[in-house]
Structures are given as structure tokens and as C-alpha cells.
């Protein structure tokens, strides 16, 4: 999965995953985790916060490609998060392009019923593998036509028949913490109506670059199959167990 750091929140103690930082020839950084259960996935990329700005030291972090792999453990019903990688650099704020939105500020019903609107756009696009949907998410995010291949891929191997994906809003928020860029940004979650689908966990950040116009800020959803729900007998309780962070 790719994307940035907000959704998932987004510990070098004893038990807790080793995060491991590297210095990047072509600039930045990278944190990498082997592996980690999705509900410890939070406290994990709070210490790559950490981390992060411990290395940039007086200048500012800002976050860039984020992406893992993921699978349900069936022996134990859990969702499983390997081969993370955040991306980071370091920046002067004092000649950061990027400024932020005032602390009160609010969208209008117009604002939500665009950002609905692009992300149905972005979720049809990947639902059918169009490369135009590239073009929709953070160049930070470095998606390449690979990637892309692969999102759809994530998307579509559980599908059993035709169906569509719709963009459920959660809330708004401002200048979140771990955002790559300081402004407005509008989470969504995923509902999926095809069959062979039982649900989704995580969801779409998205990134209100300016009035009328968005970006995918994260893209941070993953499938549940209803033949695995069928063949492990999983329980609401238990599927919502999957989805924890």
C-alpha cells in the first residue's frame, strides 16, 4: 500500500518493532519495519515521528512516500503489516512554500461535495486500472506506473463479479500533525459493493490544494474477502479487530 503518514499515526523498548533509518542517496531518509500487527501500526509511526524530527534537529519534517505491504495472519484472525517504509526529509520552514490554513478554518458543504466528487473519480480510475489516477495523488508519493498495477491489483483480487467502490466522509481536519504539507485535508473511508467483498479498513486522505482542486494525500485501504469472513467464521467483533490501528 502507498501513501503519506497521517492515517495511520497515521517503539524502540524492549517488545516493541525495530525501526530502522537509513540515509537516502538521492536525499532524505527512510524508516523501515520487517513487520508489525496492524493495531500496533499507530504507536509505531508516533515514534517514527519522533525519530524523524530528532534527525532533522532545528529544521522541520516533512513526510514522503509511505508505503506497506499487508495480509491476514488466519491463525490468529489479525491483520498483518510488513515491509513498512516512510520516507522523510528535512526543511527550512522559514522558506517553505507551504502555509497553513487558520486553526478555525471550515469547509463549506460545496468543499465536501467536491472532495466526494474526486474521490469517487480516484476510486473509479483505480477500480478499472486507469492510469489517469496517477495523476490524482501527491507527487511525494512517487507512484509509479508499477504501483499503480499494483493498487489495482490489491483492489480487484478478492472481487467475484462486477460491482463499484463509493467514498464515505468522515471529518475535516486542519494542518494535521505528520501531514506532508501544512492546509486543509478531508479523510474518507471506503465503502466496496462488489461481491466477493465483506469490507474495507482504512481509508483516503485527501488534501485541499487550493478551492476546487485535491490531491490523494494517503492511500491506505485494505480488502477483506467474504471468503475468508466464510472460511474463518469471523464475527463483526472480530472484523473489526482486523481494521484496528
Known amino acids: 500500500m502507498i501513501s503519506g503518514l497521517v492515517l495511520a499515526l497515521l517503539l524502540a523498548a524492549a517488545g516493541e518493532p525495530a525501526i530502522r533509518v537509513e540515509k537516502l542517496a538521492a536525499g532524505g531518509f527512510s524508516a523501515d519495519v520487517a513487520s508489525i500487527e496492524a493495531a500496533r501500526l499507530t504507536t509505531t509511526m508516533q515514534e517514527v515521528q519522533r525519530i524523524a524530527a530528532q534527525r532533522c534537529g532545528k529544521m522541520k519534517v516533512r513526510f514522503g512516500r509511505y508505503n506497506f505491504d499487508s495480509r ?34 471550515k469547509a463549506s458543504d460545496a468543499d465536501t461535495a467536491a472532495a466526494t466528487s474526486f474521490v469517487t ?29 499494483n493498487l489495482h491489483a490489491g483492489v ?20 494535521p500533525e505528520g ?22 479498513c482504512g481509508g483516503i486522505l485527501v488534501q485541499r490544494v487550493r478551492e476546487g482542486e485535491y490531491r490523494i494525500a494517503q492511500y491506505d485501504v485494505q480488502f477483506i474477502s467474504q471468503a475468508l469472513v466464510n472460511q474463518q467464521g469471523l464475527t463483526g467483533q472480530q472484523l473489526d479487530r482486523l481494521c484496528q490501528r
Not at 121 to 149: C, N, S, V, Y
Not at 156 to 161: A, I
Not at 164 to 174: C, G, K, L, Y
Not at 179 to 200: E, K, M, R
Open 72 to 105: 491476514v495472519d488466519t491463525t490468529r484472525n489479525v491483520m498483518m503489516i510488513e515491509n513498512l517504509r516512510q520516507k522523510f526529509f528535512c526543511y527550512d520552514p522559514a522558506t517553505d512554500p507551504y502555509k497553513p490554513v487558520p486553526a478555525d478554518w
Open 179 to 200: 501531514a506532508a504539507y501544512p492546509g486543509a485535508y478531508v479523510l474518507f473511508s471506503v465503502l466496496d459493493h462488489h461481491p466477493g467483498i465483506a469490507g474495507t
Open 156 to 175: 480487484t483480487q478478492f472481487q467475484t463479479g462486477d460491482g463499484s467502490m463509493t467514498p464515505q466522509f468522515v471529518a475535516w481536519s486542519n494542518n
Open 121 to 149: 473519480r480516484f476510486l473509479d480510475r483505480l477500480d478499472r486500472g486507469d492510469q489517469a489516477g496517477i495523476a490524482m495523488m501527491d507527487p511525494l508519493a512517487e507512484i509509479t506506473p508499477k504501483d499503480w498495477a
